[in-house]
């Protein structure tokens, strides 16, 4: 990755460009909200995408001048408003792939918030060809986030779905640690384009389930197993998840036969 703001002078990316074309390694250009060049801060006065799209277009030629065109784009900012304008702006500009992500985006739940935000807004545009969600935490936090997003944008299909309604004053089972436990169990299976749904009460529960592949839906220590929308039986609430488990299990084996 490149940096502009960092880099400096002209030389310092000749010197890029050779040792990448020697090693046959692409180069992504990564303009940084926080890290413009100095004129380039001076003249707008703050990050803007009218300034990263300049930048861009700076190191792009000097790349392009040296025959280097195995190139990728970024235009990272903490501010997802301004990703959002810059990347749209840079889709009309540039003729290469674009790398998206939101920089500095903060915990878990930040993160996931802002780049959703961002990256949800720009792949239902069509606009995006890599994407990284930035967590400030172990790197494995990212990949569930990844998923849950490109899952949500239709980009991917075949994953376990789950779906868990809120808590109210309906809900007489442990729905919160059920919940949890069903979405650990569904993430071991990959390529299953399964839905699966944990409901707390039978009064919406079946109505709401009816959409999913399995699901169960909680009483007053109890539940119903629920199949394609059809209530199937009632299970000590004790036996829920196991129950659960064992109707995943065998959809996963129907599937596999189709």
């Known amino acids: 990755r490149l940096n502009p703001g960092n880099i ?13 074309k020697e090693k046959h390694i692409p180069i992504r250009i990564g303009i940084n909200g926080g890290s413009l060049e100095k004129d380039i801060h001076e003249k707008y006065g703050r990050p803007t995408a009218q300034g990263m799209i300049e930048s861009a277009k700076r190191h792009v030629q000097i790349l392009e001048d040296l025959d280097f065109y195995d190139t990728v784009l970024s235009f990272k ?5 301004l990703c959002i304008e810059a990347y749209r702006f840079a889709a009309q500009t540039f003729d290469y792939p674009l790398h998206l992500g939101v920089t500095e985006a903060g915990t878990t739940m930040t993160s996931a918030i802002k780049s959703s935000l961002a990256l949800g807004t720009l792949l239902n545009e069509g606009i ?10 172990a790197p494995e936090k990212e990949i569930p ?7 949500d944008c239709k980009l991917i299909q075949n994953v376990p779905n789950l779906i868990a309604c809120p ?5 007489n089972i442990d729905l ?13 299976f ?29 009483g007053n220590g109890e539940g119903l197993l629920i199949k394609k929308g059809e209530v199937i039986r009632k299970v000590p609430e004790d036996q829920l998840l196991d129950t659960l488990m064992m109707s995943f299990l065998n959809s996963i084996l129907i599937l596999s036969y189709i």
């Open 8 to 20: 400096g002078a002209r030389e310092n990316v000749e010197k890029v460009v050779k040792a990448c």
């Open 77 to 81: 900012s903490s501010d997802p408003l």
């Open 128 to 137: 995006g060809n890599t994407i990284r969600i930035s967590v400030n935490g």
């Open 145 to 151: 986030i990844v998923k849950e997003l490109l899952k």
């Open 167 to 171: 808590t109210c004053g309906r809900t």
């Open 176 to 188: 919160i640690s059920l919940a949890n436990q069903v979405e650990t169990m569904a993430a071991d």
């Open 190 to 218: 990959e390529d299953l384009n399964l839905k699966v749904a944990v409901m707390g009460c039978v009064v919406n529960g079946p109505g709401e389930a009816k959409e999913a592949d399995v699901g169960i839906a909680g």
